[in-house]
């Protein structure tokens, strides 16, 4: 059974920075991809970036690049997003989720079969 558990949203202030954490366990194959979205209140959730779990290939919305990186344990188990420089416009329940994805589907919600339950980031002015 495949399982993905993220953390480590709260509250933080404008420019301040947060580290998420996102678990994946029981997918049979290594060859997946990790995707993050998120969803503003009153919109849809949108991707903003995918990684691949075995080459390490990223792929970022250009208003992310710089601001948004990605760490992973030894155990390539649970990954790290750190988000830098955040604004008020950045609060929205983030989201992790793993699948195969094609090129054209890595900020597609439609590429991932396997999502977490989502974490809550508030950006206060």
């Known amino acids: 059974q495949v399982q993905v558990v993220e953390s480590g949203g709260g509250l933080v202030q404008a420019g301040g920075s947060l580290r998420l954490s996102c678990t994946v366990s029981?997918?049979?194959?290594?060859?997946?991809?990790m995707g993050w979205f998120r969803q503003a209140p009153g919109k849809e959730r949108e991707g903003f970036s995918c990684i691949s779990a075995s080459g390490g290939k990223s792929y970022y919305v250009d208003s992310e690049k710089g601001s948004f990186t990605l760490s992973r344990d030894n155990d390539k188990s649970t990954w790290y997003p750190q988000m830098n420089s955040l604004k008020p416009e950045d609060t929205a329940m983030y989201y992790c989720?793993?699948?195969?994805?094609?090129?054209?589907?890595?900020?597609?919600?439609?590429?991932?079969?396997?999502w977490g339950q989502g974490t809550q980031v508030t950006v206060s002015s």
């Open positions: 989720a793993a699948g195969y994805p094609t090129p054209e589907q890595r900020l597609q919600m439609l590429g991932y079969n396997y």
């Open positions: 029981g997918l049979t194959c290594d060859d997946y991809s």
